[in-house]
């Protein structure tokens, strides 16, 4: 038998070592694999029984109802034109569907519903948990890797829990009772981590409170319940009634890419902006270099349009205001309800100075700005974005908004 010296095994060492850093590596997901929710993550919000709303709720994607009738459908103002598959409503940026409108939406949300059935089923069904019973239920406070987690009882959430993992990690959280987050807590996201790869399967009610903020696919086999100025990034799918005060709901993914709005008239003529070219889709067809020489082009085109209306000049009387306001904070990224630093003062100090008052006195007026983003907030920009066109008008301060406020200082 030939015998190997001690080069030969260093060698082969070596060239293995080439080899596998020379090899593609895919992305690791941690946790579960993600539960399909099939058309049912077509919708915002789905129910079978009722979706109901008081006060000034923004909505951003499509919801829907069966088999219940639209007449199920309250507080929303629905427009239903004649022979119309969808109504419409100012509170919802998207469209709304029952299965009493023209073809083909009776059919599509009977496969809707059925896919939220199964995909309930299917989160329900998954075993081998990573935790059982963790914290007897009270996971507030945690910090919770991707995984699968389970209860036979309810879980709350008194005070901020954070999910921590990447982009493409998966939590799933079966819980055999209720889910009750406290007012004003929030469920974190870190380290990259999606709303969209989070579900939260709830045998019992599910119940976010005041002002709180969650993150997430509800998968509810009762009903869901948002309290007065509540933020749900993610889906609120029940198999009988969601009930809204008040509240923000977000579609995930609908927050990064939003549709732009053309650039309000200015005083003066100003020079032609390029015109945008079209986007290719950024599904996995799209290569890398494609996304990157669109990222590369819009960069470009909005410091072209900086530089153009920047170059008009200030009308704004408050522009001292506004400039001590921006020396302090950058606005570079997304805000919103339960979001708290010194940008959100600056947000606060333009809002107010431009007429969008935060509040008339007291906590939020000119001069008492603070540093966290609460439900006057959030009205007093929804109706700044409303008055420039910027659509939705929900209140949420992320892409498009920014690079208005850099353009408009």
Do not use: C
């Not at 389970?150 to 008194?158: D, L, N, Q, R, Y």
């Not at 993150?215 to 319940?225: E, P, R, S, W, Y």
């Not at 067809?285 to 990157?292: L, P």
């Amino acid at each position: 038998m030939k015998k190997f010296n001690k080069n030969s095994i260093i060698s082969i060492f070596v060239v293995s070592l080439l080899l596998v850093l020379a090899t593609p590596i895919a992305a690791q997901v941690a946790g579960p694999a993600a539960v399909n929710l099939g058309s049912a993550g077509n919708f915002v919000i789905l129910s079978k029984t009722g979706i109901s709303t008081t006060g000034s709720t923004s909505i951003v994607g499509d919801i829907g109802i069966s088999p219940a009738a639209a007449t199920y459908i309250t507080g929303f103002g629905l427009s239903l034109p004649a022979y119309g598959a969808f109504s419409t409503s100012s509170l919802v940026s998207g469209k709304v569907y029952a299965p009493g409108y023209a073809d083909p939406t009776p059919a599509n949300l009977t496969t809707a519903v059925s896919d939220m059935e199964i995909a309930y089923t299917d989160a329900a069904g998954r075993t081998n948990p990573t935790a059982t019973e963790l914290g007897a239920g009270n996971i507030g406070g945690m910090t919770l890797a991707p995984g699968l987690y389970k209860w036979s009882t309810g879980v709350t959430i008194p005070t901020d829990v954070t999910l921590s993992g990447s982009a493409n990690d998966v939590w799933i959280f079966q819980i055999a009772q209720n889910l009750d987050i406290s007012s004003a807590a929030k469920v974190i996201l870190s380290g990259g981590a999606k709303a969209g790869n989070i579900f939260w399967q709830v045998a019992g009610q599910t119940v976010i409170g005041t002002t709180a903020v969650f993150n997430g696919n509800i998968l509810d086999q009762t009903a869901i319940v948002l309290n007065t100025g509540a933020t749900l990034n993610g889906r609120a799918l029940a198999q009988t009634a969601v009930t809204l005060d008040s509240n923000t709901v977000i579609m995930p993914g609908n927050t990064a890419t939003p549709a732009v709005p053309a650039t309000p008239a200015v005083s003066t003529v100003s020079p032609a902006v390029p015109a945008t070219s079209a986007i290719p889709a950024t599904g996995n067809s799209a290569s890398t270099s494609d996304r990157a020489g669109l990222i590369a082009q819009t960069s470009s085109q909005i410091s072209t349009l900086q530089g153009q209306i920047k170059a008009q000049g200030s009308a704004n009387p408050n522009a001292n205001a506004v400039a001590n306001a921006n020396a302090n904070a950058s606005f570079n990224r997304n805000l919103t309800v339960g979001t708290t630093g010194n940008d959100v003062k600056a947000l606060q100090v333009w809002l107010n100075a431009h007429g969008y008052a935060v509040a008339s006195s007291g906590v939020g007026s000119s001069g008492n700005e603070t540093t966290t983003f609460g439900g006057l907030t959030r009205k007093a920009l929804a109706k700044f974005q409303a008055k420039v066109g910027i659509s939705p008008a929900a209140g949420y301060f992320g892409a498009i908004t920014r690079t208005y406020l850099s353009t408009h200082q």
